[in-house]
């Protein structure tokens, strides 16, 4: 038999408030222990949250990145394309400034050329010969009467006179191409023998000056083509005799030698 110990009234009383001081202390635990709990759901629903946004900034960063990376390609592959376009439009520039250097000293020079033939030919440009400059070209016009009696291809002594003035500038012009150009007027060729038609004629008339520049007055033939253009280009279209005279003609085409202007333009 265990011996009861009566407890006194007072002791009876402090183990009561001790037990309630417990109690109350349990309470106010479990009480942070469901709060923990609940923080730390939270906690890891918000860690979730941020994981899934670095997640999605990370792709986006990722992305960005590949787009910079892509961009910064194409800005360098652009720069050494504007790089290479500079390069190639200063080259364009420099042989456009030697063509058109060329082109200046070739338009002096065929100023020059004209003059010096005016000047030699001064006596005939009131028997109807004429010098100009079209295209760049130097056109030496005679008509046939200054040339040839009506319907031959034989040259006169008046001809031959005009054309010894001719080819006394020119052979001091050995850069000087000729295309010896006979044209005649729009009426049929009539009880010319051998001679077909107007294109017959012109072509005949053409290589009878070619000839005699190159026989008599030694041009080099090199340098001369003979062309016959008949009746298809006239340069006075009226239905008239003065309009047709001026249409029978030889034209003397001088064109310098442009080698130095074809080589740098075939580089």
Not at 133 to 142: E, H, T
Not at 205 to 215: D, F, N
Request: some cysteine; hydrophobic content about 35%; aromatic content about 4%.
């Amino acid at each position: 038999m265990h011996s009861c110990k009566v407890l006194s009234t007072k002791a009876y009383k402090s183990m009561v408030a001790e037990r309630d001081s417990l109690s109350t202390r349990v309470t106010s635990l479990e009480a942070q222990v469901d709060q923990l709990k609940a923080d730390t759901a939270r906690m890891h629903h918000e860690i979730a949250d941020l994981n899934r946004k670095y997640e999605e900034l990370n792709d986006g960063y990722n992305l960005l990145n590949a787009s910079y990376t892509e961009a910064n390609g194409k800005l360098s592959k652009s720069s050494s394309r504007v790089n290479q376009l500079s390069s190639d439009l200063q080259k364009r520039e420099a042989r456009l400034k030697e063509v058109e250097d060329i082109l200046k000293r070739r338009d002096e020079a065929t100023n020059a050329l004209k003059a010096k033939l005016q000047q030699a030919l001064l006596g005939f440009q009131q028997s109807g010969l004429t010098v100009d400059i079209r295209n760049g070209k130097v056109y030496v016009s005679l008509t046939d009467k200054l040339l040839f009696p009506s319907g031959s291809i034989v040259i006169d002594d008046k001809g031959k006179a005009a054309l010894k003035q001719v080819a006394g500038v020119l052979n001091k012009e050995q850069d000087i191409n000729l295309a010896i150009e006979g044209h005649t007027d729009d009426k049929k060729v009539i009880n010319l023998g051998q001679i077909k038609d107007n294109w017959d004629l012109s072509v005949l008339r053409a290589t009878s000056v070619s000839r005699y520049l190159v026989e008599i007055e030694n041009m080099d033939p090199k340098r001369i083509t003979a062309t016959g253009k008949g009746q298809y280009q006239p340069i006075d279209p009226a239905n008239t005799p003065e309009a047709r005279a001026r249409n029978r003609r030889i034209e003397i085409v001088l064109t310098p030698k442009l080698d130095e202007l074809y080589n740098l333009i075939t580089k």
